[in-house]
């Protein structure tokens, strides 16, 4: 699965990953984002991006996107 991927420069070590090639439903009080690129994943492959794939796809399928760190 292809995913975008945004930095928050808000928090500088936020990440987003969204199939939203705008990021437009990334979270708000992390905004703005700036796009960084693209980055395929597959369910199991390790750590790409500080998380693992599984969590990132869950995440995505459940809320639309995900945010690396969650803290």
Known sequence: MQFY???SKKKA???GFTTDPEGAN???VLAPWEAAGTINL???DGPKTGDNST???AGV????YF???SA
């Open 5 to 7: 991927k945004f930095k």
């Open 61 to 64: 399928e459940r809320d639309g």
């Open 26 to 28: 990334l979270p708000a």
């Open 55 to 57: 969590a990132i796809i």
């Open 13 to 15: 070590k936020k990440l």
């Open 67 to 69: 945010v690396y760190p």
């Open 42 to 44: 597959r369910p199991g």
